[in-house]
């Protein structure tokens, strides 16, 4: 799916329909110390397999791609509905 650099979109701090910058989400690297992880390790010392199931068959072939909007007049940044799809490129 192709999707335009730039695009004109309502803004709601600008409370005007102004030109937005368009860019993917990406997932940021988890937190080793967050309490979740901290509690899987937990869970994982002295085992000498994996405690948990992991899961290896998928239901979906695609993910859900979030597109990022940027008004460029004030900054403000929000999130457009995700869609699914193989790739999404902005031209």
Do not use: D, F, W
């Amino acid at each position: 799916m192709k999707m335009p650099r730039e695009i004109n979109k309502y803004c709601p701090k600008c409370n005007t329909y102004t030109k937005h910058t368009v860019s993917i989400y990406k997932k940021r690297p988890q937190r080793g110390l967050s309490e979740g992880g901290r509690r899987y390790n937990r869970k994982k010392k002295g085992y000498g397999s994996q405690p948990k199931p992991i899961q290896h068959n998928q239901a979906k072939i695609t993910k859900k791609i979030t597109p990022i909007i940027r008004c460029k007049k004030c900054n403000y940044q929000r999130y457009m509905r995700s869609v699914r799809g193989r790739r999404m490129e902005i031209v």
